[in-house]
């Protein structure tokens, strides 16, 4: 089988790899075995020191970096710059921080010594998406070499340029052969991969279909994993919000890498005193949205990542106009060369509706009416996924105690829904489980060991 990069603005076929044999893959399954046997006994210290390397290699190498985002999945050029600089700062997070987050934890017991460690647990499977091509991988990565696994990468194969840059990022940075690597295989491979006793635990992002799949085979094989999944982010919008700033952000949330993220806003929901003028300015905005060649730096809207993938989308939105949805703007693939789509705001959207119920990964927003604020909360949770979550008030502790009722693995209150190293990142309902980020990311991928020492006093 051979494995083609395509570029969705021109639709010109960038590389092509064949994929790796079984026993290429044993061997890199075998690599990253014996080095994690050494890696796992490195210094925290020795660790850091190669992961801000790692950092200084993303931003000294941004431009090509960038490009390679840009040419293998159309992101616009300035939030692919943004990509790599992100993955930089989280590289140089996990530098600062993980020996304090694993740091052993004393428990008082009526031991003479009791605490708790935290061990790596092995070679991790990741399992990754196209959309954000190295941030996807680096907010995995970053805390798990630091915690002292090992990691095999099994990308989108429309990325494979990415993914082998991945890989050459930590080689160039200093990391030992083996502690990272790229698998070139298809979907096909990964089931004998998770069931392979090589590897110890499993991670994916992507689509809920997917995670399901994925679960039953590490489940199967008694593997850990964490899974983040699709989302249908609700973007609720008070009486008494900022209007302004709610349109501004509605626009930024929906529409950033031409609406291709998992935590980006989908259903724009919308109190009724408000919704008619929350509507004309939204899709006025909408309409002044650039759309063209993702390398030019006043792009704001590149293509669709695939040509499938730009036609499941228009025929969600034909299915909701045929519900009974109205179309405020755009609702149409673009003509000419790659696969672009019109920036589109659907009105008159209900639960029933495909636009709904269904995530629409693209450059398409639905906006619902909801009676009041409570009303809003119970359309936001009549969704399948709980991944983010964004809310407009102007009274803030109405809105945390609204957002406490949201189910979701975040709220943003007043702003737009983002990943920070800073702070966990997951989901609920069929947007998966675990979390990535934070000190709580850092410690998905470890043994929670208990350590007694007696005797007891």
Not at 117 to 133: K, Q, R, S
Not at 173 to 184: I, K, W
Not at 347 to 371: K, L
Request: proline letters at 5%; aromatic letters at 8%.
């Amino acid at each position: 089988m051979t494995i083609t990069s395509i570029n969705p603005a021109t639709e010109e076929v960038l590389a092509e790899f064949p994929e790796m044999m079984p026993e290429q893959v044993n061997d890199i399954l075998d690599q990253a075995r014996a080095a994690y046997r050494r890696w796992r006994q490195t210094s925290f210290e020795q660790r850091a020191g190669l992961m801000r390397q790692a950092g200084a290699y993303l931003r000294q190498n941004k431009a090509r970096l960038a490009g390679l985002i840009t040419a293998e999945m159309g992101k616009p050029i300035v939030e692919a710059e943004a990509e790599v600089e992100k993955c930089a700062w989280n590289c140089d997070y996990y530098a600062d921080n993980a020996a304090r987050f694993l740091a052993d934890e004393p428990i008082a017991t009526n031991a003479r010594q009791s605490f708790v460690a935290f061990e790596p647990l092995g070679t991790v499977l990741a399992i990754m998406p196209w959309n954000y091509p190295l941030w996807q991988v680096m907010r995995f990565a970053a805390p798990a070499l630091m915690a002292g696994n090992t990691a095999v990468l099994k990308h989108a194969s429309s990325v494979s340029q990415c993914a082998l840059a991945l890989e050459e990022i930590f080689r160039a940075s200093g990391f030992p052969e083996g502690v990272f690597r790229t698998l070139l295989v298809s979907s096909g491979a990964v089931e004998g991969i998770i069931n392979d006793p090589r590897i110890a635990a499993v991670t994916l992002t992507g689509s809920d279909v997917v995670g399901s799949l994925v679960a039953r085979a590490a489940g199967e094989a008694l593997k850990k994993t964490v899974l983040e999944l699709g989302g249908s982010d609700a973007f609720i919008v008070l009486e008494d919000a900022d209007l302004a700033g709610a349109v501004q952000f509605a626009v930024k949330s929906r529409f950033q890498n031409t609406g291709q993220s998992c935590i980006a806003a989908k259903r724009f929901i919308v109190v009724e005193s408000i919704a008619p003028e929350f509507e004309r300015r939204f899709a006025a905005a909408v309409g002044e949205l650039r759309v063209g060649d993702p390398t030019q730096r006043t792009t704001q809207l590149g293509p669709i990542s695939r040509g499938d993938l730009r036609d499941e989308l228009h025929q969600q939105v034909q299915a909701s106009l045929a519900q009974g949805a109205t179309c405020l703007i755009g609702g149409q693939p673009l003509s000419g060369r790659g696969y672009f789509y019109a920036p589109t705001v659907l009105g008159n959207v209900t639960p029933e509706m495909t636009v709904f119920r269904e995530e629409t990964f693209g450059p398409v927003a639905a906006v619902i009416r909801a009676r009041d604020a409570a009303h809003a909360v119970e359309l936001a949770n009549d969704s399948n996924f709980g991944l983010g979550g964004n809310l407009w008030t102007q009274d803030i502790q109405r809105g945390i105690d609204l957002a406490r009722q949201i189910e979701s693995g975040a709220v943003f209150i007043n702003g737009m829904t983002a990943s920070d190293p800073r702070l966990p990142f997951g989901g609920v309902k069929r947007s998966g489980y675990g979390r990535e980020l934070s000190s709580f990311g850092i410690r998905e991928f470890v043994n929670i060991q208990t350590i007694w020492v007696g005797p007891a006093h």
